[in-house]
């Protein structure tokens, strides 16, 4: 290949990502959940934060490139299965820490494993049709089994009730995109 021919597929990439993405001044503007795309709107009307889920819907950009409701609710449980593997990481962590108390390590552990399953509940796949809001209440009872091992165990970790609200915080966009995909399918 000559370099007259990658010259010119190295341009025509660079004219498709220049008018197919948006401008930083068009993003900074999304970022108002008052002008957030229709079908961002669409997807978060139903969550219990519809800022929080705005903001978190936009800071994909796959999200914005969405064709349709569908994409934006793939896009929205892949993000909060990112979150739930975090949050599992974090407990993982903290079981494997060398500072931490031998007494509270299978707690951790057992909270890690929790959060792990509850990724696997933030796929389309996973979710059927009209029982997909069930299907990603399994995710939160997962969370609250944890947090009801923590408190039986008297795990007492400052951390904790942060990365576990910030989860139900995510929780609540997988749940809005639930809700939606049932809507569509009805």
């Given at each position: 290949?000559?370099?007259?021919?990658?010259?010119?597929?190295?341009?025509?990439?660079?004219?498709?990502?220049?008018?197919?993405?948006?401008?930083?001044?068009?993003?900074?503007?999304?970022?108002?959940?008052?002008?957030?795309?229709?079908?961002?709107?669409?997807?978060?009307?139903?969550?219990?934060?519809?800022?929080?889920?705005?903001?978190?819907?936009?800071?994909?950009?796959?999200?914005?490139?969405?064709?349709?409701?569908?994409?934006?609710?793939?896009?929205?449980?892949?993000?909060?299965?990112?979150?739930?593997?975090?949050?599992?990481?974090f407990f993982d962590?903290?079981?494997?820490?060398?500072?931490?108390?031998?007494?509270?390590?299978?707690?951790?552990?057992?909270?890690?494993?929790?959060?792990?399953?509850?990724?696997?509940?933030?796929?389309?796949?996973?979710?059927?049709?009209?029982?997909?809001?069930?299907?990603?209440?399994?995710?939160?009872?997962?969370?609250?089994?944890?947090?009801?091992?923590?408190?039986?165990?008297?795990?007492?970790?400052?951390?904790?009730?942060?990365?576990i609200k910030n989860w139900k915080?995510?929780?609540?966009?997988?749940?809005?995109?639930?809700?939606?995909?049932?809507?569509?399918?009805?």
């Open positions: 290949m000559g370099s007259s021919n990658r010259t010119l597929i190295l341009a025509t990439i660079f004219l498709y990502l220049l008018l197919h993405f948006p401008s930083q001044t068009e993003a900074r503007g999304l970022k108002s959940p008052a002008k957030c795309p229709k079908l961002l709107s669409q997807v978060c009307k139903t969550s219990q934060n519809y800022a929080f889920c705005v903001r978190v819907l936009m800071s994909n950009p796959l999200t914005l490139l969405a064709p349709n409701t569908k994409g934006v609710v793939v896009n929205a449980l892949d993000i909060v299965r990112k979150e739930s593997m975090k949050t599992s990481k962590g903290l079981a494997n820490g060398k500072g931490t108390v031998p007494a509270f390590k299978p707690a951790l552990k057992e909270c890690a494993s929790d959060f792990k399953k509850a990724s696997g509940l933030m796929n389309l796949k996973v979710l059927e049709g009209d029982f997909a809001t069930m299907d990603v209440n399994y995710a939160l009872d997962d969370a609250r089994s944890c947090e009801t091992k923590l408190s039986m165990d008297e795990v007492n970790i400052k951390s904790i009730p942060a990365a915080n995510f929780y609540a966009v997988a749940n809005a995109a639930a809700l939606t995909l049932e809507n569509l399918q009805n």
